[in-house]
């Protein structure tokens, strides 16, 4: 196993733990609300209770953001045959290699995201921010942060695509730390919740 | 609780931006969806100088007219300059309706708002204008508040019935062309951004500050205007007393507490179904002490200690403590006869004064729910002097993870409360803190001579009254002979400060009140051109009909309510 087959298995374990942890989180609030507060309820109506609205700007671009994350991520393993020869977009070489090529996998790729988002929203990761209350200060930081760091890590992509078959160890480095650090600030609010809520 | 949240006058609007501010971030470029305020709360802020809402001067509220919001409203706006309403108040009375600011003189509005109650003739030239007894009231309801609440729900399927029938309504020239201003209702939240026409508020939260000129003289006439059309809307104000000594402003003390007890003795002495709901009352000296005059601290302060009433996170279930304000306008204003005022009004059970007590901590396991409450009663954390056991009820929210029959056993053990005289309403929180707010009611009286001991409630009240009645003996020339009053003003200003059974006699009983231990303070609510007074004035002279004392401008008012609900009723 590549290294860089190693490093998706980061990415993965990360969503893993962030989901853990909000499944904690979940339960701990629940548990701490039988035992010391007493009354009956079942965790949807929990789930109601602890809804939080963020406000429509922080929600649309954490949704972006969570967007361009799939398409960073893609770009980075399954945009050229580096880390995988058999899955890639560059197997389709014809549409690849036309002038809307890149283009036409980052839409596609967003519009796989946002429908899955719309038809499993409890499996989007913005959808979850609703149980947490985040900060202003915080947002403040995660709004332009994270569509930033996606960025860089889809033009690093983008080099490596356009120079293949030249490779770039140093480019797909630089995309990678800053699809994991833009990963990280996607759960940093789970994260914090989840230290708050456990002290 | 989700209120629409009405900052009145300059301090008014200064403490609604914390409570309107974004909860969302700002993208700059563009803005999706609504405005996100803490507890998803709502708000305008009105007043009446229209320099001061100028956006050189202030960049957080737009013209709520042009469907800018956060909004302010400018409450003269209605009134054009070179109508008949304005020219008959300036010659009749001396009071200029687009005064820019009232500086300090809670009568003048006052004044403004009763011409419009009992002045038939001006009543006549006014509807004949507007289709509107009292113009300003109802512009102010119509076109700046009722839009954010639910009831403008109910305003729209009107609306859509009264095009049925063939009624358009021309929402661009509607005013100007003498279109009643009720019949606008479903037409005027157009003006409202279509997005922020949804989570409408529930109920009304004043905030002014007590002692100014717009503030305090804004709240009554508004609350009476609505009150006029729906009996059981939660209507709530926060008043903010002045700090002690001469302000910013250059107005003494004195001048500043007259007009709080002006405002005091109105907001507080209307029955159930009248007037406000209850008085969250606030003494400004003890937050500049606390801030040393940091004025946005201040403010902020009031704001956190407003948040676990805010918050929009309740506890789950049934059994939770679900914050229905319909619910909490019956708790607040619930009673007993011995709560209700002495002697002969003691059937009637007035407005109370609720005093905030607020605390918060860091959530952090270990600490006890008995330290929360201690300290939150202590003296450090009340926003008025008072004695919490002196209080008849109590009203608690508290975020974070708490047995309610805990919180209610130990508040009332605290306070020595029996019964059901504690109601806690429990927000499951979030965040680092867990916080309580208090909100003791009537949190004075029983004990005669209170009033000398420092950081009681008599002895605050008692030393603002008692500074009223001093400004009153010593300046009559400046409130009586003052700018373009005309003599009838002047005769009833001079009626109401001075008269036999005027301000300064009743202030005097209200300080025998605090001085027997007494309460409440305020029972009696005196009108400057209205019935009580001796004054010379026809047209506002009661009148009794059927053992009911009514003026004719009433019962004018009256008939044309039950004609309006008999047309409606009959589909027109």
């Not at chain 2, 004043?206 to 809307?233: D, E, H, M, Q, W």
């Not at chain 2, 919180?407 to 109601?423: D, F, P």
Request: charged letters at 20%.
């Amino acid at each position: 196993m590549s290294d860089e087959v190693r490093l998706l298995g980061l990415v993965a374990a990360i969503f893993l733990v962030g989901a853990i942890l909000h499944w904690v989180y979940l339960k701990s609030i629940e548990e701490k609300l039988r035992a010391k507060a007493g009354g009956d309820f079942d965790m949807r109506s929990l789930k109601n209770a602890l809804q939080v609205r963020q406000g429509s700007n922080f929600n649309t671009v954490m949704l972006a953001s969570w967007s361009l994350f799939f398409v960073a991520l893609a770009s980075l393993y399954f945009l050229t045959p580096t880390v995988f020869p058999k899955f890639n977009y560059f197997r389709l070489a014809q549409v690849a290699s036309d002038w809307w090529g890149f283009a036409g996998f980052g839409i596609l790729i967003i519009i796989i995201v946002l429908f899955a988002a719309s038809a499993i929203p409890s499996f989007s990761l913005p959808w979850t921010y609703r149980f947490y209350v985040i900060s202003r200060s915080a947002k403040r930081v995660l709004t332009p942060a994270i569509p930033m760091l996606l960025i860089i890590s889809i033009a690093s992509s983008l080099y490596l695509g356009t120079i293949y078959p030249r490779l770039d160890s140093f480019s797909w480095n630089v995309g990678y730390a800053a699809l994991l650090l833009a990963q990280l600030l996607l759960i940093l609010p789970v994260l914090v919740g989840f230290v708050e809520e456990i002290r | 609780m989700r209120p629409c949240v009405v900052g009145i006058g300059g301090a008014g609007g200064n403490v609604l931006k914390k409570f309107l501010q974004s909860q969302d971030v700002d993208l700059v470029v563009y803005k999706f969806g609504v405005h996100q305020a803490f507890g998803d709360v709502k708000g305008i802020w009105l007043d009446s100088a229209s320099q001061d809402a100028d956006s050189s001067k202030q960049k957080f509220y737009g013209c709520l007219t042009d469907g800018k919001y956060p909004g302010y409203l400018i409450s003269h706006d209605i009134i054009d300059a070179n109508s008949r309403t304005y020219s008959y108040v300036t010659e009749r009375y001396g009071f200029d309706l687009k005064a820019q600011g009232y500086d300090r003189r809670a009568e003048y509005l006052k004044s403004i708002f009763e011409i419009f109650r009992f002045d038939s003739v001006l009543q006549k030239i006014a509807f004949e204008e507007f289709n509107e007894m009292n113009p300003l009231p109802s512009y102010i309801w119509e076109m700046g508040i009722r839009p954010f609440t639910t009831l403008a729900k109910e305003d729209n399927n009107h609306n859509i019935n009264n095009k049925k029938h063939g009624q358009e309504i021309d929402l661009q020239t509607g005013f100007q062309s003498g279109i009643n201003l009720s019949s606008h209702f479903g037409g005027l939240i157009n003006h409202i951004p279509a997005r922020m026409q949804s989570n409408l508020c529930d109920s009304i939260l004043f905030i002014a500050s007590l002692g100014g000129g717009t503030g305090t003289g804004f709240i009554n006439p508004i609350t009476s205007y609505v009150r006029s059309k729906l009996l059981a809307f939660p209507i709530f104000a926060i008043g903010i007393l002045t700090e002690n000594g001469i302000e910013g402003r250059k107005t003494t003390e004195g001048q500043r507490d007259l007009g709080a007890v002006i405002a005091l003795s109105d907001l507080l002495t209307n029955s159930t179904g009248n007037g406000i709901d209850g008085l969250i009352i606030i003494d400004n000296q003890i937050l500049t002490d606390r801030h040393k005059m940091n004025r946005p601290a201040m403010d902020k302060d009031i704001y956190n200690s407003m948040k676990p009433m805010l918050d929009s996170r309740d506890y789950p279930g049934a059994a939770g403590d679900q914050s229905d304000t319909l619910a909490m306008r019956r708790v607040f204003r619930e009673g007993d006869r011995t709560e209700g005022a002495h002697g002969e009004d003691r059937k009637i059970f007035l407005p109370s004064f609720i005093v905030p007590c607020y605390y918060s901590r860091k959530a952090i396991g270990g600490k006890s729910l008995e330290s929360l409450i201690d300290k939150a009663l202590s003296i450090d954390s009340r926003l008025f002097p008072c004695n919490p056991k002196k209080a008849d009820r109590a009203y608690v929210f508290v975020r974070g993870v708490f047995n309610a029959a805990n919180v209610e056993e130990v508040v009332r053990q605290r306070i020595g409360l029996l019964g059901e005289s504690v109601k806690v309403y429990r927000k499951i929180g979030g965040g680092r803190l867990e916080d309580i707010l208090i909100l003791l009611r009537n949190p004075y009286g029983g004990t005669p001579g209170t009033h000398e001991i420092k950081n009681t409630f008599e002895w605050r009240m008692h030393g603002i009254i008692t500074e009223a009645i001093n400004y009153l003996n010593e300046n009559p020339t400046n409130i009586i002979d003052y700018q373009d009053y005309n003599e009838l003003t002047k005769e009833h200003l001079r009626c109401y400060f001075y008269g036999e059974d005027g301000l300064l006699s009743e202030l005097q009983k209200c300080l025998k009140r605090l001085e027997r231990g007494e309460k409440p303070v305020f029972t009696r609510q005196l009108k400057i051109f209205g019935g009580g007074m001796q004054a010379p004035v026809d047209d506002a002279t009661p009148k009794s009909r059927g053992g009911v004392q009514m003026t004719e401008a009433e019962i004018r008012e009256m008939v044309r309510e039950e004609i309006k609900v008999v047309l409606r009723d009959n589909g027109w």
